[in-house]
């Protein structure tokens, strides 16, 4: 059984950011970038198949979770690859690979063209290329998450999963909690980054490893849309059968296995 995470709250000039560490500090580091509208504690059910073999290293992005939420600060993609970066350089990090989850791969993007000396490989989790393939709705009028009942929350999640999952009470909390500044300014910085330039754009010149996981009943992302990363030289791409937007929740121990086979 793994040893529980050691958190701490690293200083910048725009806010304090959460972090967590799990496994030798010796071994490969693995950054692992959450989605919108959640926080680190998304990838617990992962943490316990990848902390044998790597450094996992979660954070709450600027605005999430247990983070600084700062109403004047930029929620720019590339401004929270810069902050990704800074907590690696803070933890003497030389080198690692980077996984996101949804809007976190846009954040892995970023980073892997602000940092590529940094990040070994980047690993996108039903990360869509391009704004055309989205498949949600604007949810500009919807409630606020703290006045739903957690029925209703999980009914306002469910496109986050395959049909019939049960949406985990924890992470009903962590959508209850979200700040709903940041929610909105992320969702316009993630579009803005996508219709600027493709993810398959930005990363087939990098020469990174790269691992694209997609769950089959994806209803917020087009599954087919994974096709496209095979404009990236060396690309692997894996859909995942059952599983809808969060295979990270879903079904972690497969998608920790295909984590594990990323080079290093």
């Not at 910048?12 to 504690?41: E, M, N, Y």
């Not at 590529?116 to 290329?129: C, D, F, Q, Y």
């Amino acid at each position: 059984m793994s040893s529980p995470a050691q958190e701490s709250f690293l200083s910048f000039d725009d806010g304090k950011i959460h972090v967590c560490q799990d496994g030798p500090r010796d071994a490969p580091a693995l950054l692992l970038i959450h989605g919108t509208a959640v926080s680190a504690r998304s990838w617990d059910p992962m943490v316990p198949f990848l902390a044998d073999a790597h450094h996992v290293i979660r954070i709450d992005l600027l605005g999430c979770g247990r983070s600084a939420k700062p109403r004047d600060a930029s929620y720019a993609v590339a401004n929270q690859a810069r902050r990704a970066a800074a907590v690696l350089d803070r933890l003497g990090v030389a080198r690692a690979v980077v996984a996101g989850h949804s809007s976190g791969g846009t954040v892995a993007t970023s980073l892997a063209e602000q940092r590529p000396g940094l990040v070994s490989a980047v690993v996108l989790i039903n990360t869509g290329p391009d704004m055309a393939a989205y498949l949600g709705e604007d949810t500009g009028g919807a409630a606020a998450p703290a006045d739903l009942s957690d029925e209703q929350l999980r009914q306002a999640m469910s496109t986050g999963f395959a049909p019939g999952y049960r949406i985990p009470r924890s992470l009903v909390d962590q959508f209850r909690d979200i700040d709903l500044h940041t929610f909105a300014e992320t969702s316009r910085a993630v579009r803005a980054y996508l219709d600027e330039r493709s993810l398959p754009d930005r990363l087939a010149p990098l020469g990174k490893p790269l691992l694209v996981l997609f769950g089959e009943e994806d209803r917020r992302w087009r599954p087919s849309s994974a096709a496209d990363y095979r404009a990236v030289p060396g690309a692997t791409i894996r859909l995942l059968p059952g599983c809808g937007h969060s295979p990270n929740i879903e079904d972690p121990a497969r998608t920790a296995a295909h984590l594990l086979t990323v080079p290093r």
